[in-house]
C-alpha cells in the first residue's frame, strides 16, 4: 500500500481519538481553571495556577462520599440479586424437565423490549402504596428486574452448552440439586456471570432517572442523581462544577482503566446475544 | 438437554422468585399503564373513567405529541446513518491499523460514563462564549461569529445539538461492534479471494458486507431501540424544552406525568411507547431476515 494512503488512514484515527477524548481533557482542564480563566475566553489553554482547590470546595460542599456509597450499596445489592435470580432461572430452564419452561424464557425475550421509563408511572403508584418510595428498594427492585432479561438469556445461552454427564452422574451419586447448582454450575458459570456483571453494573452504575424519580432524600441520592443535584445547586461556580463532574465520572474511568479489554469484550457480548 | 427430574417445589424455589419480582416490576406496571391511559387522573382527587378519549387527545389533538415522534424517528434514522460509516471505520482499522483493539478501547471511553456526566459536559461545551462555552468560544476565535448560537436554547437547532452528542456518545460502541464482527471474518477468504483477482473494495462487496450483516443488524437494533428510548440524555440537558422543542416521544411521556401531573394522559403516551417499540422491533427483524435471506 502507498505511504500516502497509509498516512491519511492514520490522520483519519489519529483525529478520531481527540474527537472522543479531548472533550473530556477539556473537561479535567476546565475543572482547574478559575472563574475568571474560564469566563475570560481562554479554551485550550491549560490553566495558569491549577486550582486544585476546586475540588476541595466541590468535596466539601457536595455530599460526594455519600453519594458514592449509595451508588456502591444499591449497585452491590442489584448486582448480587440479579446474579442469583438470573442463573437459578436459567438453570431451570436449560436442564429441569417442566411444561413451562419455554414460557418463562419467552416472558424474558418479551421484557428485553419494554422500555424502562414506561414503567416510570405505574412503578411510582404501585411503589407509593407499598411505602416503598424514597427508600433503597425503590431503585434497587427496577434495577434488577430489568436487567433479568438480557442475564438470564446470556446464562442460559451458556448452560445449555455444558454437557450434561458430570451432572447426571452427580445425580445418580445422589447430589441434590442445589449442591450441584452450586458446587458445578456456577463454578463453570464464571465467565459469563463476569460478562451479566459488567453489563449490569455499568447500566446501574450510571442510572439517572428511576433514581430522580423515586428517591427524594439526600441521604439516598446515588452518584448520578447526586452529581446532577450539585450542577444545579452551584450553577455560577464554574471551577467547582468541573471538579464535581470529574469526580463523578472518576471512578467509572478507573474501573475502566484497568478493566477495559474484560469490559469491552462484556458488552459486545451482551450486545450481540441480546 | 433438560434431563434433570425435580419436584415442583424445587422448580418453584429456583424459579419464582426471580418470576415474581421480574413479572411484577415490568409487566404489572404495564397493565397497571394500560389502565392508568384510560382515567381522567392528577394522582390527587378521584380518577375518573374516560375510556379511550387519552388517546383520543393524543393521536387527534396534541400537535407536541406527534413532534416528539418525529424527533425520536429522527434520533433513530440519524443513529442509524452513524453505523455504516462506523463499519468503514471498522474496516479500515482492520486493515491498516495494528493494535486496533487498543483504539477501539480508547473510543469507548464515551459509551461507559453516565449520561449526567455527558449532559453536563455538553452543557458546558455549548454554553455561550460569556459563559465559558467551548464552541462558540472556538467559533469567535476562528472568526466566524455569525455562526455562535445559543445552542441549547434556540428550538431550531437544539434538538440537532443533542442528536449529535449521542452520536458522539455511540460512536465507540458501533464501531466496536463492528470491528468485532471485521475481526471475525477468516483471512483465508481474503486471501483465496486475491488470488481469484478481488481486491481491495471489490473484496469488501462480496465478501466483507455479506459476512457483516448480522453484526450490522445488531447495531441497527440498538440505535433504533436506544433511540426510541432517548430519554436520559435530553432530559439532563434540556429537558425537552425550550417550549417542547427536543421532546422526544419518552420525555413527552414523563412531562405529562411527572411535570404536568396528568398521570392518565401520561399513561396513554407510555402505552403508545411500549406498543411503538414492539411493532419496531417486530419490523426491523422480519426486513433483516428477507436481507439475510437475499446475500447468502
Known sequence: ?274 | MNVLKVPARTIAIFVLPCLILYIGTVFIPILVSFYTAMLDWNGISDAKFVGLANFKTLLFDDPNFWMSVKRTIMYAVFSIIEIPICLLFAILLNRYIRKGNRLVTIYFVPVILSNVILGQLWKTIYNPASMGGMLNGVLIKLGLDSWTHSWLTEPAIAMYAIYFVSLWQYFGYHLLIQFTGVQNIPDEIYEAAKIDGADGFKADRYITFPMVVPIFKISVVLAFIGSLQAFELVMVMTGGGPAHATDTIATHMYNMSFLSQKYGYGSAVATFLVIFCLVITVVINGVFNKIERKVT
Open chain 1, 1 to 274: 500500500m502507498n505511504n500516502v494512503k497509509k498516512w491519511f488512514v492514520y490522520l483519519l484515527f489519529a483525529i478520531l481519538i481527540v474527537t472522543q477524548l479531548y472533550p473530556l481533557l477539556w473537561l479535567v482542564m476546565y475543572s482547574l481553571k478559575t472563574n475568571e480563566e474560564i469566563l475570560g475566553g481562554s479554551f485550550f489553554a491549560l490553566p495558569n495556577i491549577p486550582q486544585w482547590h476546586n475540588y476541595a470546595d466541590a468535596y466539601t460542599s457536595g455530599s460526594y462520599l455519600k453519594y458514592l456509597g449509595n451508588s456502591v450499596i444499591v449497585t452491590a445489592i442489584s448486582l448480587f440479586a440479579v446474579i442469583i435470580f438470573s442463573s437459578m432461572t436459567a438453570y431451570a430452564i436449560t436442564r429441569f424437565k417442566w411444561k413451562y419452561g419455554q414460557y418463562v424464557m419467552l416472558l424474558f425475550l418479551l421484557g428485553m423490549m419494554i422500555p424502562l421509563q414506561a414503567t416510570l408511572l405505574p412503578l411510582m403508584i404501585i411503589f407509593k402504596n407499598l411505602d416503598l418510595l424514597n427508600t433503597r428498594w425503590s431503585i434497587i427492585i427496577p434495577y434488577t428486574a430489568f436487567a433479568l432479561p438480557i442475564a438470564v438469556f446470556i446464562l442460559s445461552g451458556f448452560m445449555r452448552s455444558i454437557p450434561t454427564d458430570i451432572e447426571e452422574s452427580a445425580f445418580m451419586d445422589g447430589a441434590s440439586v442445589y449442591r450441584i447448582f452450586r458446587s458445578i454450575i456456577l463454578p463453570i458459570s464464571v465467565p459469563p456471570v463476569m460478562t451479566v456483571c459488567i453489563l449490569t453494573f455499568i447500566n446501574i452504575w450510571n442510572e439517572y432517572i428511576v433514581a430522580a424519580t423515586f428517591i427524594s432524600s439526600e441521604e439516598l441520592k446515588t452518584l448520578p442523581f447526586g452529581v446532577y443535584t450539585f450542577v444545579s445547586q452551584y450553577s455560577v461556580n464554574y471551577g467547582n462544577i468541573g471538579a464535581f463532574l470529574v469526580m463523578g465520572a472518576l471512578p467509572v474511568i478507573i474501573f475502566y482503566f484497568i478493566l477495559s479489554e474484560r469490559i469491552t469484550k462484556g458488552m459486545v457480548a451482551g450486545a450481540v446475544k441480546g
